[in-house]
């Protein structure tokens, strides 16, 4: 019961998620205009997302592994995703070279330390979470004036994974901010993903007003 309220916004986000998932599919329209890496993306979310909270839910502590899974198949997907976004050449060679370093790195790390899979690992949560960071940071700094498609999505993939990286490089995953009332930091992280899936609930908003417009 301790943990309940965790379970409860953890649980929160993964229906937003799903939500938005299916919007973006059903709408036909929209599901037209919205690159497919991106729905892809979305749906790889939902299987993981679930397959965690499943796990989370039934064997508590054990799901560290599905962990791997979620940050390794998010930095493919939006990797090439910001790699569609961008016109330079310079650019997009760098995304690429910096995709396959990363792969054979993390590569690497996990065929000589088969242990690793099995907890959390420091630096493919912050290496992963900071190169997306940087690639929407230069995404919007760079079509402030000109692009707003995934404005929204980009805004919230910061906010969400910058706060990703403060728990995980904070030195203690068990740490608690206070004790009465309990308050575990995860449950940060866990806010911190709602406020992500509603900005990408306004992204299908905004795509959706530029159909409107578009019949207009």
């Not at 790390?109 to 940087?134: G, K, R």
Request: glycine content about 2%; proline content about 1%.
């Amino acid at each position: 019961m301790k943990y309940l309220h965790l379970y409860l916004i953890s649980l929160i986000g993964l229906l937003f998620l799903i939500s938005n998932t299916v919007l973006f599919f059903k709408n036909k329209s929209i599901r037209n205009e919205v690159s497919k890496i991106f729905l892809i993306y979305l749906f790889s979310l939902c299987l993981i997302e679930i397959s965690c909270n499943a796990i989370g839910i039934l064997k508590p502590n054990t799901n560290f592994f599905i962990s791997h899974f979620y940050f390794i198949v998010q930095f493919i997907f939006l990797s090439i995703l910001f790699y569609s976004f961008f016109k330079e050449k310079v650019i997009k060679s760098i995304i690429i070279a910096v995709l396959v370093l990363q792969l054979i790195i993390l590569g690497y790390m996990y065929t000589t330390n088969i242990q690793l899979f099995w907890q959390f690992n420091i630096y493919e949560i912050v290496s992963c979470s900071l190169i997306l960071v940087v690639y929407a940071l230069t995404f919007i700094i760079k079509n402030f004036e000109s692009e707003h498609k995934y404005f929204n999505f980009s805004i919230g993939l910061i906010l969400y994974l910058l706060c990703s990286i403060s728990i995980f490089t904070s030195g203690n995953l068990e740490m608690v901010l206070l004790d009465k009332p309990y308050i575990d930091i995860w449950i940060f992280n866990s806010i911190f993903y709602i406020i992500f899936q509603y900005m990408v609930f306004r992204e299908y908003k905004f795509f959706k007003g530029l159909k409107i417009i578009t019949k207009k």
